[in-house]
């Protein structure tokens, strides 16, 4: 199939340079970014990922958890499972 179509987007820049970095390190072009995610809509006949906005008590767990606060971490599952009772 050729690639004829273009799609002309603006986006901060800001966003810009911090999605290129992610996608730097996938191995992965915008462009190719784009497309898989078109294909995916054109194959699934809907947006392939769920979008939902968090509850506020959720939203400050992700909030703190991004500053490293409130965080337990465990050397194996069995303390993590020790930890729950």
Do not use: C
């Not at 966003?15 to 996608?23: D, G, H, M, S």
């Not at 809509?41 to 939203?59: D, K, Q, S, W």
């Amino acid at each position: 199939m050729s690639q004829t179509a273009v799609i002309h987007a603006r986006i901060d820049p800001d966003t810009k340079v911090a999605t290129e970095r992610v996608l730097e390190t996938l191995g992965m072009t915008p462009t190719e970014a784009i497309r898989l995610l078109y294909r995916q809509i054109a194959m699934r006949g809907e947006f392939p990922v769920e979008l939902r906005i968090p509850n506020a008590e959720t939203a400050a767990a992700l909030n703190r958890a991004e500053k490293g606060k409130d965080i337990e971490s465990f050397d194996n599952a069995e303390d993590l499972f020790a930890s729950w009772e």
